[in-house]
Each structure stands twice: as structure tokens, then as C-alpha cells.
């Protein structure tokens, strides 16, 4: 495949990342990002075997010089960023508010919320310089209203779409769109932390598709904000969730 368009994907090691990387490589050369570098380089051969072109490059998005790294090294090599996916996030500790540390909401802020934060920071730099640029974060239907036991991962999935809306008006008139997805539930490993009983209750009663997703649906919406095709959306939160948000 002949192209001459650069994608970014953090988290790409497994689940929406790896799915995202996958869709994306049909019309770009994709960077792999992750801290696993097993599932990371797994994505790669994964694209490459395919007939796609990407490389892994290790990311921690909870650690600022690791995200430092990561973008002088693309600016070393591709010296351009057309298009950028922050999706590695976590799910956190499922407690209620009374019983959560510091400590966990810590971790949940600096790997959802300030990981985003600053990779876009460095994506819009890059994209600035090339006078094109098109960022998806993201987000959850959690990012849009609360949840019981997930109030540090509900509080940066808010944030995350702050963030967004945000930068589509600071960045608008300079040919960069910035968008965000909101997931439902999506089969991935981040569910393991789910009980079976809260899935089951979920798909029989609140998602009217009685089903949960699957990362390629999520894979193909993101590519979708993207592309041309979403030419004038920006700052928009996409729900991908089989219509749990409606009601
Ligand atoms: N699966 C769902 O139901 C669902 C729903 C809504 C939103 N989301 C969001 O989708 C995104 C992807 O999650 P997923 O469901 O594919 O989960 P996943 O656990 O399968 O994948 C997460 C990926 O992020 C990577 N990662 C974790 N911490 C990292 C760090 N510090 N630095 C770099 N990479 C890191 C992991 O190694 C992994 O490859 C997350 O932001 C999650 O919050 C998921």
C-alpha cells in the first residue's frame, strides 16, 4: 500500500487500539504505541502481514518523558503526524468514592486524563507544521454521565471530552478536526473487571441491541471521524454503544 499519510494509535497493543491500528493501516502507515511491547509488536506483524506499514514505538502515557520520547522519535523519522488516535486508558478501581486513595485516582488521571492531555499537546504541534491534522480521543458513555463505583474513571472520561470540545475550537480554523468516541460496553480485556452479573444486566435490560460491541465497530467509527467522509464534524462525542445512551 502506497501512502503517504502517518497514523498514531496509543494503546494499540490489544482491544479498540489494535482494532483502530488494523482499520487505519488500509489508508496510512500506523505508529504502534503501548506500554506492553509483546501486544504492541503483535499489532505491527499483524499490519505488516496484511501488507499494511507500521513499528511499534514503546509508550507510557503515565510517564511525561516517555510521551516526550515517543514524539521526538516521530519527529526524527516521519516528521509528521496526519492522524492521531489517544485511546490507551484503564478502567480503575471500582470503589466508591469513601473508600478510593489518592493514590488510585492518581493513576486513573495521569494514564486517561493528563496522558491525553499531553499527546495532543505534541500531536497539534506536529500538525500545526503540516497544516492538516485529525485527532479522536477516546472518551466512554461514561464520559457523559455517572456511574456507581467508577467515579475516578467517569471523572476523566469527562474530561477527556472537555478536552476535545476544546481543542476543536482552538484548532478549528487551522485545518485540524478533533472528536471523540464513547464507547458502550466493547469485548475486551478492560471487561475482565466487570462481574458476569453486570454484563448479563446490561445486555438483557439497558443495551436495546442486547449484545455488547465489538472493537472493530469501534475501529471503524473512529476511522470514519477520521477520514474526509466526517469533513464537517469537529468537536463532536460519537456514542458507539448500541443505544444505551438513548434511554
Ligand atoms: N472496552 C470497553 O467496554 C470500553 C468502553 C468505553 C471506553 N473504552 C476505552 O477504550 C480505550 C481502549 O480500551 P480497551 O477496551 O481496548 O482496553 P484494553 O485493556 O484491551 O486495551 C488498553 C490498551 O492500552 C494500553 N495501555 C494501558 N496503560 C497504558 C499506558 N500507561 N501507556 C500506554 N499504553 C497503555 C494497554 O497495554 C492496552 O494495549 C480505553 O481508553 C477505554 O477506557 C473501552
Request: neutral net charge; contains cysteine; charged residues 25%.
Amino acid at each position: 500500500m502506497k501512502t503517504d499519510k502517518i497514523a498514531l494509535v496509543t494503546g494499540s497493543g490489544q482491544g479498540i487500539g489494535r482494532a483502530t491500528a488494523v482499520a487505519l493501516s488500509a489508508f496510512s502507515h500506523v505508529i504502534i504505541a503501548d506500554i506492553d511491547k509483546v501486544s504492541g509488536k503483535e499489532t505491527v506483524s499483524i499490519i505488516n502481514k496484511k501488507g499494511g506499514s507500521s513499528r511499534f514505538v514503546y509508550l507510557d502515557v503515565s510517564d511525561s518523558d516517555s510521551i516526550t520520547e515517543l514524539f521526538l522519535n516521530i519527529s526524527s523519522n516521519e516528521n509528521k503526524l496526519d492522524y492521531a488516535v489517544n485511546n490507551a486508558g484503564i478502567g480503575g478501581e471500582m470503589k466508591l468514592i469513601h473508600e478510593l486513595d489518592l493514590e488510585d485516582w492518581d493513576k486513573i488521571l495521569k494514564i486517561n486524563l493528563t496522558g491525553v492531555f499531553l499527546c495532543m499537546k505534541y500531536q497539534i504541534k506536529l500538525m500545526l507544521d503540516n497544516k492538516f491534522g485529525r485527532i479522536v480521543n477516546v472518551s466512554s458513555m461514561a464520559g457523559t454521565y455517572g456511574f456507581s463505583r467508577g467515579s475516578s474513571y467517569s471523572a476523566t472520561k469527562h474530561g477527556v471530552i472537555g478536552l476535545t470540545k476544546s481543542a476543536a475550537i482552538e484548532y478549528g480554523s487551522e485545518n485540524i478536526r478533533v472528536n471523540s468516541v464513547c464507547p458502550g460496553f466493547v469485548q475486551t480485556k478492560i471487561l475482565d473487571d466487570i462481574p458476569d452479573y453486570v454484563l448479563d444486566f446490561n445486555k438483557k435490560y439497558r443495551v436495546p441491541m442486547k449484545r455488547i460491541g465489538k472493537p472493530e465497530e469501534v475501529a471503524e467509527s473512529i476511522c470514519w471521524l477520521l477520514s474526509e467522509k466526517s469533513s464537517f464534524t469537529n468537536g463532536h462525542s460519537l456514542y458507539i454503544d448500541g443505544g444505551f445512551s438513548v434511554g
